[in-house]
């Protein structure tokens, strides 16, 4: 692919098109004159079926392929881990086949679940995996397979997505303020908070540096900028919407995740060091609050500063980065 000024828009297919990072990308990429999207969202393209992949691949001869596609709902997850591994493990590997034999690059989307949570201080991307449940688990064999498969590809571990759809923490929060009195958030899981808008801007520089003749394959890590808890982000999240609403919730109660019963063990600190990738791209973390605040209001605002529809709204998507 040329990398003069002058040359042709780079076409990427994004899997998963209809998810919060796949939304958010679609959105960002649009009228972008360095790229044509084609947006595949699942019932265009099951990553399960080979052939399916196969024939898109075919139609549309993509430069890159974006893969946002994924089982991301951590307990359901734990209940079904024959799907869990099935789109997270198998259909990646599948994926990263079919694009190693077109010589077609891979953007893929992983998960702090990989690690254990162990590390208080964080994780960097030469830290050894150790999933604590299926999600985690089907997401690292989903990396493994395309380290295996495809030389060249971009795997971006993200952690805490938060968004204006799908079912994610912060709808949840707001859902919970108008209808509870008091929220219980756990205090022991560390964490940072990303939306799902900052994730797709990351991922166009990466794309954006790729076309233009970068050769930085392999796994890099983004997160929002401050190490939180989830009682802290409910903090912020009821501080923010409470500048256009007055909601039922009146106490936030911090409690420990012994007293709040999963299906899935979750790691205690999810916290991501992302040098590496502003020391090979120069993307610096942007800051999740500032992030969070820029999101409700434009809930608000789209609404005309009434009640966002997060039941509404989530109902549409299944994605979910706990």
């Known amino acids: 692919m040329s990398s003069t000024p002058f040359a042709e828009p780079a076409k990427i297919l994004i899997t998963g098109a209809e998810g919060q990072i796949g939304r958010a990308l679609v959105r960002l990429m649009a009228g972008d004159q360095d790229f044509v999207v084609i947006a595949l969202s699942k019932r265009n393209l099951d990553i399960t079926q080979p052939r399916q992949i196969s024939d898109r691949l075919a139609e549309y001869l993509p430069d890159y392929v974006v893969n946002c596609a994924g089982f991301n709902r951590v307990d359901p997850a734990e209940r079904d881990p024959e799907r869990a591994f099935a789109v997270n493990a198998g259909g990646v590997e599948q994926l990263a086949v079919l694009c190693s034999e077109l010589s077609i690059p891979l953007l893929h989307l992983s998960s702090d679940y990989v690690f254990d949570g162990h590390y208080a201080s964080g994780y960097s991307e030469t830290d050894e995996a150790a999933p604590l449940d299926v999600y985690g688990a089907s997401k690292w064999q989903g990396e493994e397979a395309i380290r295996r498969q495809l030389p060249n590809h971009i795997i971006l571990r993200v952690s805490w997505i938060f968004s204006e759809s799908g079912t994610n923490f912060l709808l949840k929060t707001l859902e919970q303020a108008r209808s509870e009195d008091t929220i219980r958030a756990v205090d022991d899981r560390r964490g940072c908070p990303t939306s799902a808008e900052d994730v797709a801007r990351v991922l166009m520089a990466v794309l954006k540096q790729l076309i233009n003749g970068a050769e930085a394959w392999g796994t890099y890590h983004y997160c929002g900028a401050e190490i939180t808890t989830r009682y802290g982000f409910s903090e ?48 610096r973390q942007r800051p999740w609050r500032s992030e969070l605040q820029r999101l409700i209001r434009q809930l608000y605002e789209r609404q005309g500063l009434e009640q966002p529809q997060a039941r509404r709204v989530g109902a549409r998507d299944g994605n979910q980065i706990t």
């Open 236 to 283: 912020a999240i009821l501080a923010a919407a409470r500048q256009y609403e007055e909601l039922k919730a009146t106490s936030l109660v911090p409690v420990s995740s012994r007293e709040m019963p999963e299906a899935a063990e979750r790691p205690a600190s999810s916290v991501l060091k992302c040098k590496k990738l502003l020391n090979t791209f120069g993307i």
